[in-house]
C-alpha cells in the first residue's frame, strides 16, 4: 500500500475513533423511536422523495449503522452538517431521543460486511474501501453503509465536505481531490451495491415519487 494511502488510513481510523468517544449513546429504544420519529418519516419514509433545493434524493436510512445514524444527527444539531430543517429538528434532541430515532429508522436488518461487491470499483474508491469497504458497507458502526444509497445524495455528500458544508477534515481532504467525474463515479459505484439501504417506509406513505 503506498504511504499516502497508508497515511490516509490511519487519519481515518483515527477519526472513527474520535467520533466513537465523543457521541456516548445509550441503546436505543425501538417502540421509543417509532412514537418520535413521525416528523423524519414525512420526507425519509417516502420512496423517491427530493429535497427541494438543492434537489435531491433525501437518503435510506433502513439497514444504516445505528451508531452512525445517531452521530449524525448529533452533527446537525451542533452544525457540522449544514441543512436547515435537519437543524431544526435535531436542536431540541436529546441524545437518548437521538438513539431512540436511529434505532427506529435503521429498521431490523442492518447491512453486513462480506458481500461481493458489484461491478470494478473506480480508482478513485482505493482510499473509500478503507472505511466503507468495496461492498459499501461500512467496516464498522461509525462509518456510514453506501451500498443502495441513492447516487444523487451520495454525490451531494461528497460536494458538501468538498464545499465545506460537512466539516470532517479527513473526508474534506478527499473529496478536495476528486473531479467531477470521480465524484458520479464514486456515486454510481456505490448506489450499485447489494444487498443495499431501503426506505423506512411508514404505513401512510407507502408510494413512490417519481
Given amino acids: 500500500m503506498p504511504f499516502a494511502a497508508r497515511t490516509f488510513r490511519f487519519a481515518l481510523i483515527g477519526v472513527a475513533l474520535a467520533v466513537g468517544s465523543s457521541v456516548s449513546l445509550a441503546d436505543g429504544s425501538v417502540e421509543r423511536g417509532r412514537q418520535i420519529a413521525y416528523t423524519c418519516l414525512g420526507c425519509h419514509g417516502i420512496e423517491n422523495y427530493k429535497n427541494a433545493y438543492p434537489s435531491y434524493r433525501v437518503p435510506k436510512l433502513a439497514g444504516q449503522h445505528v451508531t452512525y445514524l ?23 434532541l436529546s441524545e437518548q431521543d437521538m438513539a431512540d430515532i436511529a434505532a427506529y429508522l435503521a429498521g431490523e436488518t442492518e447491512l453486513k460486511p462480506g458481500g461481493k461487491p458489484v461491478g470494478t470499483p473506480p480508482k478513485s474508491a482505493a482510499v473509500c474501501v478503507a472505511c ?31 464545499l465545506g458544508a460537512r466539516k470532517n477534515a479527513v473526508m474534506a481532504g478527499f473529496a478536495a481531490t476528486l473531479s467531477d467525474a470521480d465524484i458520479e463515479a464514486l456515486s454510481e459505484y456505490y448506489a450499485a451495491q447489494r444487498p443495499g439501504l431501503k426506505t423506512r417506509t411508514h404505513p401512510l406513505t407507502r408510494f413512490s415519487l417519481r
Fill in 132 to 162: 466503507h469497504g468495496n461492498d459499501g458497507i461500512g467496516i464498522t458502526p461509525d462509518y456510514p453503509n453506501l451500498a443502495g444509497q441513492h447516487p444523487d445524495y451520495l454525490e451531494r455528500t461528497l460536494r458538501d465536505y468538498k
Fill in 70 to 92: 445517531a452521530a449524525a444527527l448529533k452533527a446537525y444539531q451542533s452544525r457540522e452538517r449544514s441543512h436547515a430543517t435537519m437543524h431544526s429538528h435535531a436542536i431540541a
